[in-house]
């Protein structure tokens, strides 16, 4: 057994240890940054898992110097920047250097959310953000609580849950309860009727309106289907805004099925939440208010670092649902305020103190101005691109989404059919990953495979874009000769 060498660990004796380490690594941040040439090298699977499968895990390089460029070689030079304007996929944000600060002391701290007694003034900054968001949601400040998560999915797992044990408390079987969401909605509502032992039946997916918002209509008729068939709608959730489109579902008319149905009102906010902080388009999430929980991700339109989440609910009573005590950690006759009573997880990370410091240093209008500046980006190019005869356009988005596929502008003459469009596609969003010029997202529309934008880069211009563009049009030209 080989002696401790204690200077690694994180101590007053080892200042000088932690200084120089977090120093090292802050360098070889920004020197990668100053060489990047593009969002991505474009590296392919089988080249990224080559090298660190020939890692020696049990043969350790004894210093930080040589571990630090390891992992430059492994990971940092391919990284995906999310800041570079080039970069359009996926929900990823450029994150905000308050936040950054945030993620460094929370880390060396190691404060855990679980109980009071490991986190002392954290518990109270949490709570304070949740209510924050809460009181912007407009929910009843009497009423309102809500926790932190580690993400969207784990948000829209929790509210599922809440909901299931609301009406299961009303004495209805599991087998007869049901959720109800639009075609459009995040994967994560599906998934979430499967964890919770409901089965792939339960989540009943409502067709959309030619803009991809839930029909309404459509909704009220699968309410009146499950009450004819004896089934239990356990929640309704709305989609603000879609992961694909960038929409938002009409909330108080989704409200108001809630209401006649006495169904509980979950609004997956997910993408849109950032819409709380802006003066400018706060109005698109009018009827929020409404509902009985809401997921917001910090993580996406409040420019926040991976991970950073919140479920907010109207009543606190409802987090029960989430709820279990153990003598070890949380018994029943503890007076002291522990989240771990309301939180899926145990252990858990400080993430309020991102936020905390964003919202300290920055102000919530600045985060607002931040989206307002992608939402304004993703509208002129909708209009740019909607006239142009190669590009075909998806319904606007209200967020900051353009979904489009590259129409070759000879179609007739070179007999390229639909099927052909899809590989073209789907090979011109290959092509510009292979490139490393370039990052777009891809996802199908009625069967057809079309590409994404996702922008969410206030530092992105509409020139910035148009370059993306321009890219897919050069490879729509190139590919065809292969794909056909
Ligand atoms: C609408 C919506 N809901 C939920 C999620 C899941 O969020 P997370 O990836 O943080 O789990 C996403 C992710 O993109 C989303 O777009």
């Not at 805004?241 to 979950?266: E, K, M, S």
């Not at 906010?269 to 109005?283: Q, T």
């Not at 920055?362 to 931040?370: K, L, R, S, V």
């Amino acid at each position: 057994m080989s002696a401790p060498h204690l200077e690694h660990l994180f101590h007053p004796d080892n200042a000088r240890e932690y200084t120089s380490g977090i120093t090292e690594a802050i360098r070889l941040l920004i020197d990668q940054l100053a060489a990047l040439e593009g969002p991505t090298t474009g590296i392919s699977p089988e080249a990224a898992a080559k090298p660190v499968a020939e890692v020696d895990l049990d043969n350790p390089l004894l210093d930080s110097t040589a571990a630090l460029a390891e992992v430059g070689r492994l990971w940092l030079k391919d990284a995906v920047w999310f800041h570079d304007p080039a970069y359009a996929a996926h929900l990823n944000t450029p994150v905000v250097i308050p936040s950054l600060m945030g993620e460094l002391l929370m880390a060396a701290v190691n404060t855990s959310m679980d109980t009071f007694d490991q986190s002392v003034g954290a518990t109270f900054m949490e709570r304070r953000l949740i209510d924050w968001t809460g009181a912007r949601a407009g929910y009843p400040e009497a009423t309102r609580d809500g926790i932190f998560t580690s993400g969207g999915s784990q948000s829209n797992l929790q509210a599922l849950l809440l909901a299931r044990g609301e009406a299961e408390h009303r004495g209805v079987p599991l087998d007869r309860l049901r959720f109800l969401t639009s075609a459009d909605s995040h994967f994560s509502i599906a998934k979430s009727a499967r964890l919770l032992g409901m089965g792939d039946a339960a989540a009943i997916a409502i067709p959309t309106d030619a803009e991809h918002r839930m029909d309404v209509v459509a909704l009220r008729e699968a309410l009146d289907e499950c009450v004819v068939d004896g089934l239990v709608p356990a929640a309704v959730v709305a989609t603000a805004g879609t992961t694909d489109f960038g929409v938002i579902d009409p909330l108080h008319a989704i409200a108001d099925a809630c209401q006649d149905f006495n169904v509980w009102f979950h609004v997956d906010a997910a993408y849109g939440g950032g819409l709380l902080a802006s003066p400018k388009y706060r109005h698109l999430l009018d009827g929020i208010e409404r509902s009985n929980s809401i997921t917001i991700d910090y993580h996406k339109t409040w420019f926040q670092p991976v991970s950073s989440s919140a479920l907010l609910v109207r009543d606190l009573a409802t987090m029960q649902h989430a709820s279990w005590y153990a003598d070890y950690l949380n018994p029943r006759e503890s007076e002291n305020p522990n989240q771990v009573d309301k939180s899926l997880q145990t252990t858990r990370r400080f993430d309020a103190l991102k936020l905390w410091l964003t919202l300290r240093t920055m102000g919530p209008d600045q985060i607002g101005a931040y989206l307002e500046t992608v939402i304004d980006l993703a509208r002129e190019v909708y209009d740019i691109l909607s006239v142009q005869p190669d590009i075909e356009v998806i319904t606007p988005s209200q967020l900051s989404t353009v979904v489009f596929r590259y129409v070759d502008s000879h179609l007739d003459e070179t007999g390229l059919d639909e099927d052909g469009l899809d590989d073209l596609n789907r090979r011109i969003r290959a092509e510009m990953w292979n490139g490393g010029r370039g990052v777009v997202a891809a996802t199908k529309v009625d069967g057809r495979q079309f590409l994404k934008l996702t922008l969410l880069n206030p530092k992105a211009s509409v020139q910035d874009v148009l370059d993306i563009i321009e890219q897919v049009r050069t490879l729509g030209r190139a590919v065809p000769e292969v794909a056909r």
